[in-house]
Structures are given as C-alpha cells and as structure tokens.
Nanobody, 125 residues
Framework: QVQLVESGGGLVQAGGSLRLSCQAS????????MGWFRQAPGNKREFVAAINVSGGYTIYANSVKGRFTISRDNAKNTVYLQMNVLKPEDTAVYYC??????????????????WGQGTQVTVSS
C-alpha cells in the first residue's frame, strides 16, 4: 500500500497561485495513477484532477480546467497540482489519493483506496 503526504497549502489572495505536492512512499507509486480531490466545510469531497501512470493523460474538473495543472515526477515519487488564478471558491482541504485498483485513474472519491492527510488552501477575496 502507498502512503501519501501532501504539502504546499496556505493562504493566498484571489488571483494568486500555489503549488501542492504529494509525496508517496512505497514501490507502487510508479505504477499508480494519482488524483487530487478537495473538501470544503459542509461539502462532500470532490474530484479536482487526475493523472495516469506515465503522466501522458490528465483529466480535470470543469471548475478548475484551464487554471490547474496536475503533473508527476516518478523519480521523486511526487505528484503536483499547480493552481493558478485562484478563487475564494477554491478554498478547501486538498487531498491526494490512489484508486483501489492502483493503475485506474481516480475520478471519484468513493474509488480511493489510500488518502493523504490533506493540506489546507485558503483563498481570500
């Protein structure tokens, strides 16, 4: 099983940028598709972006398309989420996750087998 640790969250003004990182431990990272999800207070955890094993395929939620970019560095066992033109509605705890079937690109929170602890992103208006 892969262990995940997110970092890079913080407080930023609307229009600003942040880059989140998700460091994975375990030998399965290079064969695991990865996803980013977020959860705002009172809301369900929702899909943000995902990337396949090679990094050649990515998919985004409509709400972040064109503003966020997911990428990975398999040599560093790390997946990134570059967030630009941030909006107050992007405020949430951001989590990375791996599908129960490790190689499947995760696009639903219910499909996740391993979660990180989350990192808080707060966007002020």
């Amino acid at each position: 099983q892969v262990q995940l640790v997110e970092s890079g969250g913080g407080l930023v003004q609307a229009g600003g940028s942040l880059r989140l990182s998700c460091q994975a431990s375990g030998r399965t990272f290079s064969s695991a598709a990865m996803g980013w999800f977020r959860q705002a207070p009172g809301n369900k955890r929702e899909f943000v972006a995902a990337i396949n094993v090679s990094g050649g395929y990515t998919i985004y939620a409509n709400s972040v398309k064109g503003r966020f970019t997911i990428s990975r560095d398999n040599a560093k066992n790390t997946v990134y989420l570059q967030m630009n033109v941030l909006k107050p509605e992007d405020t949430a705890v951001y989590y990375c996750g791996v599908h129960r079937s490790v190689m499947v690109v995760p696009t639903t929170a219910g499909s996740i087998g391993s979660w990180g602890q989350g990192t808080q992103v707060t966007v002020s208006s």
